[in-house]
């Protein structure tokens, strides 16, 4: 069966389970009451909370971004505690936050638009991200904002389980977020290596790639290639390697909103809440 069939009949029950667990946390903060709407039903509370926030950001737009790249992804106040809690959380969130961006980026133009300007020659111009110019930076910065994932996991562990300061913690949670963190990281690594060692698995299109191209083969896919000086002797079933890493991909969205994972969505809503309050 194709690839893009298999996946996609796995992403949108995915998709479903993710929205159900965001719906139930959602509906549950609409349980309080809104200020001039005391009476109103949650649907109605929803609309208001998004009409006002919709309303903010356009009266002061500058002073939102602002409060987003300082408060929620670089976590200025976190900085003024604890330089490595900073560290940690920062490369963690912004890691996230950017390698989600490139691989969106990446996915949509080598893959959707690819094929479309075969039928639309608008979308022609998607090749740059396949073959010309700009792939080789987004491969990079995929590659660099992955690597920054893996360190903050890194420092997090030996926070919690080397370091361990007193006021800190460990719960059962917080051992399945980082191992699910720094597996996810490890096997994009180690999938990345063997495909630049064995060009003819992308042939074959078992990972939803038509080509590694010649930049990874340098310094541009550091980790991968890395990797890759030690995985050309070795054979192992490329289907089970994709299914290795994706699986416990879609999993670990479904786990995100039921897990210490969900204040990267909401830390955006409750500090801006904050600060406008000061």
């Known amino acids: 069966m194709d690839k893009h069939l298999i996946f ?3 992403f949108f029950p995915t998709m479903v389970f993710f929205f159900w667990g965001m ?3 959602i509906s549950l903060w609409l349980e309080g009451t809104v200020e001039g709407a005391e009476n109103a039903a949650k649907w109605e ?4 909370y998004l009409r006002r926030g919709w309303k903010g950001f356009w009266a002061r737009p500058i002073w939102y971004i602002k ?3 300082t408060e929620v992804i670089f976590h200025r106040r ?3 505690k604890s330089f490595y809690r900073w560290l940690a959380h920062t490369l963690l969130v912004f890691g996230f936050v950017a390698t989600f961006v490139a691989d969106m980026i990446k996915g949509l133009t080598t893959g959707y638009l690819v094929e479309l300007s075969h039928i639309i020659p608008f979308f022609s111009f998607a090749h740059l991200f396949e073959t010309g110019a700009i792939r080789p930076f987004l491969d990079f910065f995929l590659e660099f904002f992955s ?3 893996l360190i903050g996991c890194a420092l997090a562990i030996v926070r919690r389980f080397v370091i361990r300061p007193d006021q800190l913690r460990t719960e059962e949670e917080d051992i399945t977020t980082l191992l699910f963190i720094l597996f996810l990281s490890l ?4 999938i990345e290596g063997y495909r630049i060692a064995h060009p003819e698995v992308v042939q074959a299109k078992i990972f939803l790639a038509n080509f590694t191209p010649s930049s990874a083969n ?3 896919s550091f980790g991968g290639y890395f990797l890759s000086q030690f995985l050309g002797n070795i054979k192992i079933n490329a289907d089970f390697l994709w299914y290795f890493h994706v699986v416990p991909s879609l999993i670990w969205f479904i786990y995100i909103p039921h897990s210490k994972l969900l204040h990267i969505f909401t830390s955006s809503m409750t500090v801006i809440s904050d600060r406008q309050k000061v």
Do not use: C
């Open 67 to 69: 409060i987003l790249i």
């Open 23 to 25: 719906g139930l946390h």
């Open 78 to 80: 976190l900085f003024s």
């Open 45 to 48: 509370k929803l609309k208001i």
């Open 147 to 149: 690597f920054l994932i």
């Open 218 to 220: 340098n310094w541009i």
């Open 8 to 10: 996609y009949i796995m």
């Open 187 to 190: 096997s994009g690594f180690f």
